[in-house]
C-alpha cells in the first residue's frame, strides 16, 4: 500500500481522537517518495490514551506482536513506568505494522503534534496528522526559516544545539548511526545532517578519549570510529553494524561490529 492509502485508513479510523500520526511513513508522504516506510507511528499524550487507543485497533481487527502481548497484559495490570518510551506494537488485517508511543522528552510527556515532531532527529521529519483535528501539520518552515522545506534540512533545531556540542547519550550515540543508515536508504539527502553527527561524533570522542572510566574511552572510540564511517559515506558499512549489534552487548562487542 502507498503511505497516502495507508495514511487515509489511519485518518478514517481515529478521526476525532488525541492521536498523533508522524515519522517515516508521512515523511514518505510529504517528499513524494515510495516505500521509505517500515512501519505506522502513532504517538498519544497520555498513557490513557495509548491504552483506549491500541482497545480500539483490537476492536478493529489489528492483532499484538507475539511479544507485545505480555507488555500489554501488564500494562493493563500495573500500568506504565516512567521510561523513556512506551510502545506497543500491533498489525493491521494486511500486516501492516503499527506502533503506538507515549514517549518522555525532557521528562514530560508530548502532549502536542508540535512537541512530537519537535522531539525527533531528523529534520525531514518535521511533518505530521493531528488525528484529533484531522488536519496536517508542516513545520519546517517554522523550525528552518530560511532553509528550503524540500532540500536538505539538518537535525531538529534543539537536537542540534545539544548534538553538535558533543551532549550525547550513550543509548543516543549507539543508534544515531544506524537511523542516518536507513534515512540514507530510503533516498533522502542527508548532507545536512551528516555536517551536524560528525560534528558531534568527534566532539563527544575528543571529550571521552580523556576520561578516566575505560568503558567511556571505549565508548569514545566507538564514536570515532562512527564518524569515519559516515565522513568516508560508508553506509553499507553502518547498515550492516546496525543489524550485528545487540545494543545491550558490552561495548567491546559494538566496537567489533563497527571495525
Known amino acids: 500500500m502507498t503511505a497516502s492509502a495507508i495514511i487515509a485508513d489511519v485518518r478514517s479510523l481515529l478521526a476525532g481522537e488525541p492521536v498523533y500520526l508522524a515519522g517515516s511513513l508521512v515523511a514518505e508522504q510529504t517528499y513524494g517518495k515510495s516505500n521509505c516506510h517500515s512501519d505506522v507511528d502513532l504517538f498519544c499524550p497520555t498513557p490513557q490514551v495509548l491504552i483506549a487507543t491500541g482497545q480500539r485497533l483490537l476492536c478493529n481487527g489489528y492483532t499484538l506482536d507475539d511479544r507485545f502481548g505480555r507488555v500489554w497484559a501488564r500494562w493493563l495490570r500495573?500500568?506504565?513506568?516512567?521510561?523513556?518510551?512506551?510502545?506497543?506494537?500491533?498489525?493491521?488485517?494486511?500486516?501492516?505494522?503499527?506502533?503506538?508511543v507515549?514517549?518522555?522528552?525532557?521528562?514530560?510527556?508530548?502532549?502536542?503534534?508540535?512537541?512530537?515532531?519537535?522531539?525527533?532527529?531528523?529534520?525531514l521529519l518535521a511533518t505530521?496528522?493531528?488525528?484529533?483535528a484531522d488536519r496536517f501539520m508542516d513545520m519546517r518552515?517554522?523550525?528552518?526559516?530560511?532553509?528550503?522545506?524540500?532540500?536538505?534540512?539538518?537535525l531538529m533545531p534543539a537536537k542540534r544545539s545539544n548534538w553538535r556540542n558533543g551532549f550525547i547519550?550513550?543509548?543516543?550515540?549507539?543508534?544515531?548511526?544506524?537511523?542516518?543508515?536507513?534515512y540514507h536508504g530510503y533516498g533522502y539527502d542527508l548532507t545536512?545532517?551528516?555536517?551536524d553527527l560528525v560534528t558531534g561524533y568527534w566532539a563527544a570522542?575528543?571529550?571521552?578519549s580523556t576520561h578516566f572510566d575505560a568503558d567511556k574511552q571505549?565508548?569514545?572510540?566507538?564514536?570515532?570510529?562512527?564518524?569515519?564511517?559516515?565522513?568516508?559515506?560508508?553506509?553499507?558499512?553502518?547498515?550492516?553494524?546496525?543489524?550485528?549489534?545487540?545494543?545491550?552487548?558490552?561495548?567491546d562487542v559494538i566496537m567489533e561490529a563497527l571495525e
Open 102 to 123: 507515549y514517549k518522555l522528552t525532557d521528562g514530560h510527556p508530548t502532549t502536542s503534534l508540535g512537541q512530537v515532531l519537535e522531539s525527533f532527529d531528523f529534520g
Open 205 to 208: 570522542s575528543s571529550y571521552m
Open 218 to 251: 571505549l565508548l569514545g572510540r566507538i564514536y570515532e570510529a562512527i564518524a569515519l564511517h559516515i565522513e568516508a559515506d560508508n553506509i553499507s558499512e553502518l547498515t550492516l553494524a546496525a543489524k550485528q549489534i545487540d545494543y545491550k552487548d558490552s561495548l
Open 128 to 132: 505530521g496528522y493531528d488525528l484529533e
Open 141 to 154: 518552515g517554522y523550525l528552518f526559516p530560511g532553509l528550503d522545506p524540500d532540500g536538505p534540512l539538518p
Open 169 to 182: 547519550s550513550q543509548y543516543n550515540g549507539l543508534r544515531e548511526a544506524g537511523r542516518y543508515a536507513k
Open 192 to 195: 545536512a545532517v551528516k555536517d
Open 78 to 100: 500495573y500500568g506504565f513506568k516512567q521510561w523513556h518510551t512506551n510502545s506497543l506494537r500491533l498489525h493491521d488485517a494486511n500486516g501492516i505494522e503499527t506502533n503506538l
